[in-house]
């Protein structure tokens, strides 16, 4: 091919290639690279073969088959891979060439690298890329963020590569997120927030299986049902699905080890939802309920010491029946506090960033071709285009009354895996967080009581302006002996 190429796009491996041949299938162009340069004879000579596509043996060669402004996506491993490439790509590119990150970076390093590529005359873009192999290839959801300038530019491909949701299946899920770092960051909280719906999802299961006693076969029925109804999602579909394969008479579910990885993504999340002091409680429970699952060998010693309620609770099979709707509701409404938080925290990170963002395109990103879509996200969407200014989604009425609907279920849920000692430290977060949230008055008076007492940290009253300080030692009553 003579003709210079519309895109370029550097690492070959799974997203990667899957995203290079997304590109080319909507009709435009594409130049590869990979360092270990097998891979991209491998693509040409492969999956590639007699489509719009130049396997290139070194970056000034992919660069100079690149017609201007040239655009070049790095999808390789985040960190120093992505500063090295940047690196190498300056001294080939010209003022108007754009430079883009598709790998799962921290948004920091995006904030530092769009000025930085900035500074010396080109154009950056950090975009998230959500939906795993299949969506890279047919349809992910893109979460552009960096320099303004780029997006004009980059805008018709991206466009074109999403996946695409409304009633005629035209409406993209990638829109301009903001500067800088905004699309990692978004990226990051859909992350996060995936934590947090595995991890409800699971807690269902296990009160569904420990807790009630179903099958494999009736759970698969019971997540068939709920896939059908608000909770429709990717998640819950996959869940069910997973409840289907056996190896023999086996199912493959009880055979995996229930020890769970994780990449590090929700461990961001919670970090900054600490340094920016807001309360992302879901995705925090989630890391953490990883993290202990990791400790197999430990909860193996201590399950045989540590004492738990031992009387197994039987339920007639209307009760059964009642359990499962109440389970239905207390993943809903614990989905919906999960949410809140998300958008809680994108909101602290926009005011401090300076990041204009717009919630309702957030969630219309989140809408497809990501492993959290969902139905749900429409009503989320519809909330924020209503009151863009939304304090928290559980303040929209629509997701008021949804709370209000599921609450005592929700609570039941809570009481009754309390009752049998199964953990679910996600469901009971969010009740808290529900709870928390909605009471005027929390026991923090005598926390900065305590704070005074013991440091002299001043507190504030209820019935007067001003700061305080009490000499508590003075004033208490003298213990009696
Ligand atoms: P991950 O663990 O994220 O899948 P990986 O498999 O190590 O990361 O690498 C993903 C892609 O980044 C690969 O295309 C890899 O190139 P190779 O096939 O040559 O391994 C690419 N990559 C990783 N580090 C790189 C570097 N320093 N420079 C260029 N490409 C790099």
Request: hydrophobic share 40%; charged share 25%; aromatic share 8%.
């Amino acid at each position: 091919m003579s003709e210079k190429c519309d895109f370029g796009l550097i690492g070959l491996a799974v997203m990667g290639e899957n995203l290079a041949l997304n590109v080319e299938s909507r009709g435009y162009s594409v130049a590869v690279f990979n360092r270990t340069t097998e891979k991209v004879d491998d693509l040409i000579n492969g999956r590639a073969a007699g489509k719009k596509f130049v396997g290139c043996h070194s970056i000034e060669e992919l660069v100079d088959n690149l017609a201007s402004p040239k655009k070049v996506m790095l999808m390789v491993k985040a960190g120093p891979a992505v500063d090295a490439l940047i690196e190498q790509l300056i001294p080939l590119l010209s003022p108007g060439d754009v430079i883009i990150d598709g790998g799962n970076t921290h948004y920091a390093d995006t904030e530092r690298r769009t000025k930085y590529v900035e500074e010396k005359g080109l154009l950056f873009v950090g975009t998230g890329v959500s939906g795993g192999e299949e969506g890279a290839l047919k349809g992910p959801s893109m979460m552009p963020g960096g320099s303004e300038a780029a997006w004009p530019i980059v805008k018709p491909i991206f466009q074109a590569i999403a996946a695409k949701v409304g009633p005629n299946d035209d409406i993209p899920c990638c829109e301009w997120v903001g500067p800088r770092g905004a699309g990692h960051y978004v990226k990051m909280v859909h992350n996060g927030i995936e934590y947090g719906d595995m991890q409800l999802i699971c807690e269902a299961y296990q009160m569904l299986s420990a807790g009630l006693g179903l099958s494999n076969d009736e759970i698969y029925e019971v997540f068939d049902e709920w896939n059908r109804g608000e909770l429709q999602s990717y998640l819950i579909e996959i869940s069910r699905d997973i409840f289907s394969v056996k190896e023999g008479d086996d199912y493959l579910v009880d055979k995996i080890l229930d020890v769970a990885g994780a990449k590090g993504t929700g461990k961001w999340m919670s970090q900054l939802a600490l340094d920016l002091g807001v309360p992302s409680t879901l995705v925090t429970a989630a890391v953490y309920a990883r993290t202990l699952s990791a400790v197999k060998e430990a909860r193996t010693r201590a399950s045989k010491v540590l004492e738990g309620p031992t009387a197994s609770k039987t339920f007639s099979a209307d009760e059964r029946k009642q359990w499962v709707e109440k389970i239905r509701e207390a993943l809903y409404a614990s989905k919906i506090c999960s949410y809140a938080q998300g958008f809680v925290q994108l909101q602290a990170a926009a005011k401090e960033h300076d990041w204009p963002l717009n919630y309702g395109d957030c969630a219309l990103l989140w809408r497809g071709g990501c492993i959290i879509r969902a139905k749900f996200l429409d009503r989320i969407k519809e909330a924020f285009d209503e009151n863009p200014q939304l304090e928290n989604l559980l303040l929209h009425p629509f997701f008021t009354t949804a709370v209000h609907g599921g609450q005592q279920a929700w609570r039941d849920v809570v009481v009754l895996a309390t009752e049998l000692g199964l953990p679910v430290p996600a469901f009971s977060t969010a009740l808290a967080y529900y709870d928390s949230y909605r009471r005027e008055r929390l026991p923090a008076n005598l926390l900065q009581a305590q704070r005074d007492y013991f440091g002299a940290h001043t507190y504030q009253r209820v019935d007067k302006p001003g700061t305080f300080h009490t000499e508590w030692l003075e004033l208490r009553r003298t213990p009696a002996e």
